[in-house]
């Protein structure tokens, strides 16, 4: 069957770093996004990473490893706004989005 | 910031009752989802649609009857729903349905807190 692992819950301290990871395993794939949701919010789009590497936007980066199956969401500089849940999915072969149950991120001052 | 609005935000509706969720999106999209979203678990796909037609049902219950009378507006109309029932329903919108890479991006709703007594 198709998967997707990513921890349930982290905890990390204001002005620090962390690493949110993601695994996958999919029939195929096509990309692979990151979403950051707010309690009783919509689920805001973070980025799309289709090949290997690592792309950066401002605080937040995001990484794939294709050959590895997974991908990691960096987030610099936390603020107690960051607090959220990150939600990654991957396309399949099919264009099939694929989500993972979500990491809850808590941020400690 | 998302172009896609839901109403009501909440619904309390016993096991007997019919009620409707309506979604619309502002961003000139063509295609729509509705998703369902239970505690700690992924969000699953109920129904997709694209330029008004529904090109995907996924099992999901006949209590459950989506509408979509143009690309900007999607209901989901609910009739004798079960308390497992119960959940965030969302609401999604992309440019076009999945295949053609980043822009195929889903926007997302803020979604309706649905309880079934």
């Known amino acids: 069957g198709q998967n997707i692992d990513q921890p349930t819950e982290m905890t990390a301290t204001e002005g620090a770093i962390v690493q949110i990871n993601c695994t996958y395993q999919?029939?195929?794939?096509?990309?692979l996004f990151w979403y950051q949701q707010h309690a009783g919010e919509a689920p805001t789009f973070l980025s799309y990473?289709?090949l290997d590497g690592l792309e950066e936007k401002g605080r937040f980066s995001s990484f794939l490893s294709r050959s590895k199956g997974y991908s990691y969401l960096l987030l610099k500089e936390l603020q107690m706004k960051d607090s959220a849940s990150y939600l990654c999915a991957a396309w399949d072969s099919n264009y099939q989005l694929i989500w993972g149950a979500g990491t809850k991120l808590i941020i400690k001052p | 910031e998302t172009g896609v609005t839901q109403t009501p935000r909440h619904l309390v509706m016993g096991m007997t009752n019919k009620k409707s969720l309506k979604c619309e999106q502002h961003l000139g999209h063509n295609a729509m989802y509705w998703y369902k979203q239970s505690a700690k678990k992924p969000l699953e796909l109920m129904f997709v649609?694209?330029?008004?037609?529904?090109?995907e049902n996924n099992s999901v219950p006949s209590r459950f009857s989506p509408e979509c009378p143009n690309s900007s507006h999607l209901f989901l109309h609910l009739h004798t729903l079960q308390p497992e029932d119960s959940a965030l329903y969302l609401c999604?919108?992309?440019?076009?349905?999945?295949?053609?890479?980043?822009?195929?991006?889903?926007?997302f709703g803020p979604g309706t807190r649905l309880t079934v007594l």
């Open positions: 999919t029939s195929g794939f096509n990309g």
């Open positions: 999604a919108s992309s440019q076009n349905l999945a295949g053609g890479g980043g822009s195929d991006t889903q926007y």
């Open positions: 990473n289709v």
């Open positions: 649609y694209n330029f008004k037609e529904q090109t």
